[in-house]
């Protein structure tokens, strides 16, 4: 018997192998749904890893997390959405709908904060999901969500070369995330033609982890505008 079918035979040990497929799918990236988030990022998201993305509401933070399930569903990969907004969720079907979600390919989790990582624990670890995306809203994770809690979700997404998006409202990963996004001095917009009526969001958008090489940003690090609409 080779010496990869013995460790094969390891429960423990096989657990914890990577495949070479994995592995080469670890080396790519997954658009974000925004092309000047995607050149920030040096091509969006990294796959088979954990990433962040941070901000105040009105932000435009949910509306990047539906623009990324959004690609992953018209590229054919599985995708979902673990919503901590409690029993109503914090998703907007129609607006989700609107700007181009593709809700019956959806996997729609809703539960309590104190439910939502385990939640997406189990569905990174069943496998086949190119996307996961867990919302956790406004909710403070900084004093519930242990280190090691956010080091078995990254292991699992490497394992099943998942890329996992967490939208919170302050930085909580760390440096488990492989990469993480910081939006802020968000400004609201309004149609000049006619009446002022509001049209949508403008934000700031700053690389603080990830990119062409791993590194934190310093204030003056890079960043791009963005500006979402009301159907975006």
């Known amino acids: 018997m080779s010496r990869a ?14 495949s070479l497929e994995r592995l080469e799918e670890s080396r790519g990236r997954r658009t974000t749904g925004v092309a000047a988030l995607d050149e920030l990022l040096a091509g969006g998201w990294p796959r088979a890893a954990l990433s962040e993305i941070t901000g105040r509401r009105s932000t435009g933070r949910t509306a990047i997390v539906l623009a990324t399930l959004a690609r992953a569903i018209a590229a054919g990969e599985a995708t979902a959405l673990v919503d901590a ?3 109503g969720g914090s998703l907007d079907a129609r607006a989700a709908a609107a700007a181009g979600l593709a809700l019956p390919a959806l996997l729609w989790i809703r539960c309590a904060p104190g439910q939502a990582l385990k939640a997406a624990d189990l569905v990174v670890a069943a496998g086949g999901f190119g996307v996961v995306a867990l919302d956790l809203c406004d909710c403070d994770t900084r004093r519930r969500v242990a280190d090691a809690a956010w080091v078995r979700l990254r292991h699992a ?3 099943q070369g998942t890329t996992v998006l967490v939208a919170t409202s302050t930085r909580t990963l760390g440096t488990a995330a492989a990469a993480a996004i910081e939006l802020g001095g968000s400004a609201p917009t309004f149609l000049t033609d006619g009446p002022p009526l509001f049209a949508g969001v ?6 603080v982890r990830g990119g062409q090489r791993d590194e934190v940003a310093r204030e003056e690090g890079p960043c791009v505008s963005l500006a979402f609409t009301c159907r975006s």
């Not at 079918?5 to 990577?18: F, T």
């Open 5 to 18: 079918a013995a460790i094969a035979h390891i429960p423990e040990l096989a657990a914890r192998l990577v």
């Open 157 to 159: 997404a490497r394992n």
């Open 202 to 207: 403008k934000s700031r958008a700053a690389r």
């Open 85 to 87: 907004g409690g029993g």
